[in-house]
């Protein structure tokens, strides 16, 4: 249905229009003054979002490179009458009163600690998907916005794509009936990271506040930007990287404001012989009662018959919706006639979350951190499953997919990821894939039923003073 489907979504839609320029806000207040934590790659874009504003402008520039610090910095001071101070450490800024809000655009280890740690400092948070490094993060950042009345928005900006919000509007309003299964794709080639080593980290980098949260430990990747996404202590795949977006737009569509009941996934690192650790092959599954949700994430080359497959999929009770790209998708009948087309390209999801800001109303935000946390959680609780998986061969996974109760149909998901991997010489025959166990899951203590060892993997051992409090500190 997969393919199917997205073929026929993306030969009945026209270009997307381009997005108007963000409103500025008339407030009559002061402009806020802005720390921007983590500079390199997305940080630039919050640069962008801050400095060419009227209402906003960017004090700090914070991040333990040095090199691209300054960079940014002498940048900057090219786009707003206001000279930005570089700082490696995000502490010094925050007993600064001016700063009022704080972006954050770090590495995934330190979303959390740097969110609570702005937060408990009186300041508003922008913090980037995911928004946590694992599952326990998430909910104390919840409880620290709440304690301390802070508004939070989860940078996931496809919240503000007119064609997404749209469709999910489409969807919650019941126009094509109940959805049961609702279809996270994330296909997208990532290449080896080369050898695993030793390396020496950069001369220009403050490693101890780089490493933050997470254990003291050599640099055993070549390329210290980036590649860390796919090494355990400090990312968290490309589940966490790009598949969170799709998870997202799947329970936002199916109105699922709750964790899951049960999940379980299974994967593996095909074909890569690096320095990462993540897979580049993964199916998750999450059981909700009578709706379920099935990522699939995929890193090694797409064939052909998947090409069209982008972004979701909704399978409800009087048809199914296809999300082909963020700013385009259509709805359907049981009988492929469609329905509904659904246009139009970004929104400034920063000038949101500054409306929010200012009106000190967090149900102005479009992408409140409890969403973040929900997304991001779920992508943790699949995490957790696959380090628990066994290596297992492909048919031995079959066989036990089969006698499995879901609302997928397990084995045909299956079978596409044999396809897949057969389209890239992996024979899983003769290559044995990691098959996670099925955890039972307590949405309302958020913690895994009658598995000690699962739960010892919502949480993370931190390297102090960069200490993420327990629900009782906060």
Same mark, same amino acid.
Not at 142 to 152: F, G, S
Not at 245 to 255: E, K, L, N, P, T
Not at 352 to 357: D, E, I, K, M, S
Not at 460 to 469: I, L
């Given at each position: 249905m997969i393919a199917a489907a997205t073929a026929l979504g993306a030969g009945a839609l026209t270009d997307a229009v381009r997005a108007e320029p963000a409103r500025q806000s008339r407030s009559a207040n002061d402009r806020l003054g802005?720390?921007?934590?983590?500079?390199?790659?997305?940080?630039?874009?919050?640069?962008?979002?801050?400095? !060419?504003?009227?209402? &906003? @402008?960017?004090?700090?520039?914070?991040?333990?490179?040095?090199?691209? !610090? %300054?960079?940014?910095?002498?940048?900057?001071?090219?786009?707003?009458?206001?000279?930005?101070?570089?700082?490696?450490?995000?502490?010094?800024?925050?007993?600064?009163?001016?700063?009022?809000?704080v972006s954050i655009a770090t590495p995934h280890h330190w979303h959390a600690l740097a969110a609570i740690w702005a937060m408990q400092a009186g300041k508003d948070v922008y913090v980037e998907k995911p928004v946590s490094h694992?599952?326990?993060?998430?909910?104390?950042?919840?409880?620290?916005?709440?304690?301390?009345?802070?508004?939070?928005?989860?940078?996931?900006n496809i919240r503000s794509m007119k064609a997404t919000r749209?469709?999910?509007?489409? #969807?919650?309003?019941?126009?094509?009936?109940?959805?049961?299964? !609702? *279809? $996270?794709?994330?296909?997208?080639?990532?290449?080896?990271?080369?050898?695993?080593?030793?390396?020496?980290?950069?001369?220009?980098?403050?490693?101890?506040?780089? #490493?933050?949260?997470?254990?003291?430990?050599?640099l055993t990747r070549r390329r210290f930007h980036y590649d860390w996404h796919w090494q355990w202590p400090y990312g968290n795949g490309d589940l966490g990287n790009v598949g969170v @977006?799709?998870?997202?737009?799947?329970?936002?569509?199916?109105?699922l404001n709750r964790m899951c009941k049960n999940v379980f996934c299974y994967g593996e690192r095909f074909r890569y012989?690096?320095?990462?650790? &993540?897979?580049?092959?993964?199916?998750?599954?999450?059981?909700?009662?009578?709706?379920?949700?099935?990522?699939?994430? *995929?890193? #090694?080359? &797409?064939?052909?018959r998947y090409k069209n497959a982008r972004i979701a999929l909704f399978e409800a009770t009087e048809g199914y #919706?296809?999300?082909?790209?963020? /700013?385009?998708?259509?709805?359907f009948d049981k009988d492929a006639t469609p329905l509904?087309?659904?246009?139009?390209? @970004?929104?400034? @999801?920063?000038?949101?979350?500054?409306?929010?800001? %200012?009106?000190?109303?967090?149900?102005?935000?479009?992408?409140d951190i409890l969403d973040g946390h929900l997304s991001s959680g779920l992508c943790h609780l699949a995490t957790v499953s696959y380090q628990l998986g066994e290596l297992v061969s492909g048919n031995e996974a079959q066989e036990r997919l089969a006698g499995m109760k879901s609302g997928d149909n397990l084995v045909d998901t299956f079978e596409r990821t044999r396809l897949h991997l057969k389209d890239n010489k992996v024979d899983l025959n003769r290559t044995k894939l990691r098959l996670g166990p099925s955890l039972d899951f307590d949405p309302a203590n958020e913690l895994f039923i009658?598995?000690?060892? $699962?739960?010892?993997?919502? &949480?993370?051992?931190?390297?102090?003073? /960069?200490?993420?409090?327990? $629900?009782?500190?906060?």
């Open positions: 802005v720390a921007i934590v983590g500079v390199r790659g997305r940080g630039q874009s919050h640069i962008n979002a801050f400095a !060419g504003r009227q209402d &906003t @402008h960017v004090l700090y520039l914070c991040d333990p490179d040095e090199q691209i !610090g %300054r960079q940014r910095a002498a940048a900057l001071a090219k786009q707003q009458d206001h000279q930005a101070q570089w700082v490696p450490d995000m502490r010094t800024v925050l007993e600064d009163p001016s700063v009022d809000v694992n599952f326990n993060e998430g909910r104390r950042m919840v409880q620290v916005a709440r304690k301390y009345q802070r508004v939070c928005q989860y940078g996931c749209d469709a999910m509007k489409y #969807l919650q309003e019941g126009q094509l009936g109940k959805v049961l299964v !609702g *279809r $996270a794709i994330n296909y997208g080639p990532r290449s080896p990271i080369g050898p695993k080593g030793r390396y020496d980290v950069p001369a220009h980098i403050n490693y101890d506040l780089w #490493l933050g949260p997470a254990p003291q430990a050599p @977006h799709r998870i997202d737009i799947v329970r936002w569509g199916m109105a012989n690096d320095a990462g650790q &993540t897979p580049n092959t993964l199916v998750a599954v999450y059981d909700f009662g009578d709706q379920v949700i099935v990522s699939e994430d *995929r890193n #090694l080359r &797409t064939g052909e #919706l296809v999300m082909n790209e963020y /700013f385009r998708g259509v709805a509904a087309k659904f246009e139009g390209a @970004h929104e400034d @999801h920063f000038d949101n979350f500054l409306t929010a800001v %200012r009106s000190r109303d967090v149900k102005d935000l479009r992408a009658n598995h000690s060892q $699962a739960n010892t993997l919502l &949480t993370r051992d931190y390297r102090r003073p /960069f200490v993420v409090p327990n $629900a009782d500190q906060i």
